[in-house]
């Protein structure tokens, strides 16, 4: 029995065995070999989605290639990827993703399976840019979903949290390789608050970053430039000072109101770089923290920003890292936190050594109070009765679930908990 850990430490599982298959054969051999399957890529979960005491299974050692469609606007590619793989060799080959998300290792099935995101009011998740799915389900068998095949399925497995089979292949949508440069910049939260909408039309990716305890924002933007240019490093957050705050923040929490000002005050310098897209939308991301982040009504965005921050310096709740506020499209998706409509992503993090457990739940009273749902890879408390209030489409895909995989080999504990099915 082996010992398995996400990225951050906090979820800590045991499974019976873990697998690295390298082929079909050997990948249905474990299936059909397993009473419970779960799939972990790069651990970057903070809800316990690869927790088992069955199989684990990582894909990034499966065989596969990228294929590129002959109209070049999709690809078929390895699921277990790193996003940090996949973007590399589609830009090898004249191709980018239409959007990424601020860190890339991830692999693509979990980052599709969980609705991760990057920010751009007019870009939708990566599960939007799902084209087709190559699984293989409990039984061992290998199945082809698509917009006209196994519709159901493809629709389910869009957003799947992993419950309908282990994906070996995935068709991507993709877009001419591009050029990105990224403006860093400081100002006024008061500025922020009456010009976001301003600022977010006038870019196609736009977010900011706050503490709670400043007055004054870290604010992002990326556009699209014409290539070549030169790769010029940087980062949104200079990590070095930020770890040394954050330690002395750990041990003394009282000064972190006071290290936060000091910081935004010694950090007024704006910063541009720019390059290939793929390597502009990562930030560099060493240091360990918590996360809990919820999508909301656009409208509902801002205002309930504000009454975070409100309620965290009311609290006093030391919450060493800042406050991120980014926007996303809405989408079609059954189980996606996007599907109401265009959305504002508010993400609370904490330095992965500090207590969490007894702040987050306040905080996410405030995000429900603005008709929030949860990332679903990042901690929430739902149970089956929010999921069913916040997703008219749940029988629909409990009913995909159940026809493909009826002895819940694809579950686990927190996931049957979680749609209120047996285990």
Known sequence: MAEWRNWSGSV????????????????RRIVQGATRVRVTGAGHSFMPLCDTDGTLVSMADYEGAIEVAPDRETVWAPAGWGLDRLTAALWDLGLSLANQGDVNPQSLAGALATGTHGTGADLG??????????????????????PDRHPDLYQA?????????????????????????????????????????EFAGATRH????????????????????AGPVDMAD??????????????????????IPSIQRGMMKLSGKSTTRAGPAW????????????????????ANGLPTLMETIAYIRRERLPIAFPLEFRLTA???????PFSFGPAASISLHQYAPMEWRSLFPGVERVFQAGGGRPHWAKRHTLGPDDVRRLYPRTDDFLRVRAAVDPAGTFLNRDLAHLFGVAA
């Open 206 to 225: 736009f977010e900011f970053f706050v503490f709670p305890y400043a007055d004054q924002v870290i604010f992002k933007t990326l556009h699209p430039v």
């Open 330 to 336: 809405a989408d079609d998706i059954w189980m996606s």
């Open 157 to 197: 497995q869009r957003l799947s949290l992993g419950l309908f089979g282990i994906a070996t292949r995935i068709r991507i949508a993709v877009v001419p390789a591009y050029h990105l440069e990224e403006r860093v910049e400081r100002r006024p939260l008061e500025e922020m608050a009456e010009r976001w909408e």
């Open 279 to 298: 390597r502009i939308f990562p930030s560099d991301r060493s240091i360990r923290f918590e996360e809990m982040e919820y999508e909301l009504p656009r």
């Open 125 to 146: 998740s990566l599960s939007t840019q799902a084209r087709g799915f190559e699984l293989m389900l409990a039984d061992g068998s290998l199945v082809e979903c698509g």
């Open 234 to 255: 940087g980062n949104d957050i200079e990590e070095g000072p930020f770890r040394v705050a954050l330690e002395t923040g750990r041990r003394a929490p009282r000064l």
């Open 12 to 27: 800590v599982a045991a499974p019976a065995r873990c697998e690295r298959p390298r082929d079909e054969a050997a990948l």
